[in-house]
């Protein structure tokens, strides 16, 4: 097996495991909402892990005029609910840094 075909398998992996891990923790952090910030949950437009209503980007604070995080605080939320959402941002930023990271190797390769 050549260097090549094992590089394009681990690239293909990673974005693989961005997407399902993306979507998973999405699913957790909507869900909190959802069950513990109705209010919230309803001005963001009842958003599902598909809808694109309020992407990944919105919830970590990228591309929204809704700050998600701001308004669960004012709300009274739970450290819970507060750390759920930063563990879901800390690990997107990881995650895109990873793919730029193999993107760029693989570009100079």
Known sequence: MNIEAVFNTLVFLGVAIFMI?????????????????????IEMDSPTVFSSKESMWSLIGLSSSFDVLSN???????????????????????????????????LLK
Do not use: C, G, P
């Open 21 to 41: 891990d993306q979507l998973v923790f999405k699913f957790f952090v909507l869900r909190e909402l959802r069950l513990k910030h109705s209010k919230i949950w």
């Open 72 to 106: 669960v605080r004012k709300d009274n939320a739970s450290e819970q609910t507060i750390n759920l959402l930063l563990r879901y941002k800390y690990f997107a930023y990881f995650d895109m840094a990873l793919i730029f990271i193999v993107i760029i190797v693989a």
